[in-house]
Nanobody, 118 residues
Framework: QVQLEESGGGLVQAGGSLRLSCAAS??????MGWFRQAPGKEREFVVG????????YYADSVKGRFTISKDSAGSTAYLQMNSLKPEDTAVYYC?????????????WGQGTQVTVSS
């Protein structure tokens, strides 16, 4: 079982910045990333990074404003969020994927609230 511990959410004014962290109980993954869910909406993909090759993927709505990275130990991912907008307000969930024997296995963090005021 993989444990994901998130931190870094909070309240910020529009145009401000926040940094989320996702610390995992193991070091090797296929990928890690974040999804978010706003009230009344479905959970949506935000950003992801592969552990091999450091390939990054961003939703169009956050390109140029959000940056994902990981530490050299390979157990923590970071999401730097700049130029935040009120529409970025949501619960952000860390997601980690490992390769299972027959199919990928996903793990989720507990979620952290990000609120952007206008």
């Amino acid at each position: 079982q993989v444990q994901l511990e998130e931190s870094g959410g909070g309240l910020v004014q529009a145009g401000g910045s926040l940094r989320l962290s996702c610390a995992a109980s193991r070091r090797s993954f296929y990928s890690m990333g974040w999804f978010r869910q706003a009230p009344g909406k479905e959970r949506e993909f935000v950003v992801g990074i592969t552990w091999t090759g450091d390939y990054t993927y961003y939703a169009d709505s956050v390109k140029g404003r959000f940056t994902i990275s990981k530490d050299s130990a390979g157990s923590t991912a970071y999401l730097q969020m700049n130029s935040l907008k009120p529409e970025d307000t949501a619960v952000y969930y860390c997601n980690a994927v490992i390769k299972g024997w027959s199919a990928p296995i996903e793990y989720w963090g507990q979620g952290t609230q990000v609120t952007v005021s206008s």
